[in-house]
């Protein structure tokens, strides 16, 4: 069965069955022009309240010209009050103060943003669900398929398919086995056309029990080209 497909470039994909569009849950890309973030396809943030600056909303330290980016991959889900909190919200560390003394005189800033873009980049795989008041710190990677909690604070990389709760952020387990990441991993649905996922909603949202993936496989061997 081929399922209906929200269009990417919509601004509000989701309505409810009277009609109602979801003012306040948004495609990221949509809604987000800034040099500094990379957002995929399909990737959504649900607000419980209206939004005007949606990267102010998601990243707020995050500005034009910072030494960190922040990047996003598709098919992401964002619960309310996920945060990203980029390097640029770190204060200097090295010397007795960590006052922003640098904030203030513009002539001092080089030294200051080369500290802070030590931290790194900030990294979201594809098909991560991040729960209620997540929080990502600088410089953190998540892998594909991972879910962070409810009010995880993640200061650290997380593996592929892992589920990671607590502050800070722990690997409470593996969603599947090693080898199923890797298959995962290697076939990248999130990769596929539109048409194809389309066609295969039921074998990705398939239940793997046992490790089964075998519906995907198939899916794999046997779909439109």
């Known amino acids: 069965m081929k399922y209906p497909f929200p269009d990417a470039h919509a601004r509000n994909p989701v309505s409810l069955p009277d009609g109602q569009v979801l003012q306040n849950l948004v495609y990221l890309n949509q809604v987000i022009d800034h040099p500094n973030m990379t957002i995929g396809d399909f990737s959504y943030y649900n607000s419980f309240t209206s939004v005007e600056d949606w990267a102010g909303r998601i ?3 995050l500005y034009a010209g910072a030494p960190e980016k922040l990047t996003i991959g598709k098919f992401c889900q964002f619960a309310q009050g996920t945060l990203f909190i ?3 919200a770190n204060h200097p560390m090295r010397g007795v103060s960590t006052y922003l003394f640098a904030i203030f005189n ?3 800033l080089g030294a200051y943003a080369d500290e802070i873009a030590e931290t790194g980049d ?3 795989g594809h098909d ?3 729960g209620h ?3 990502i710190l600088p410089g953190v990677t998540i892998g594909n398929g991972v879910i962070v909690g409810t009010g995880a604070v993640v200061t650290r990389d997380v593996p592929d398919y892992a589920v990671v709760a607590g502050n800070p952020a722990r690997i409470v387990r593996m969603r599947f086995a090693d080898d199923i990441i890797a298959e995962l991993n290697r076939i990248a649905w ?3 056309p539109v048409v194809k996922i389309a066609e295969h909603v039921p074998a990705i949202s398939s239940t793997l029990e046992g490790g089964d993936i075998s519906a995907l496989r198939s899916a794999v061997e046997n779909s439109t080209k």
């Open 59 to 61: 990243a707020p330290y």
């Open 86 to 88: 980029t390097s640029s």
């Open 106 to 108: 513009p002539e001092s």
């Open 122 to 124: 900030t990294v979201i």
């Open 128 to 130: 991560v669900w991040c």
């Open 133 to 135: 008041d997540a929080k």
């Open 190 to 192: 999130w990769h596929w």
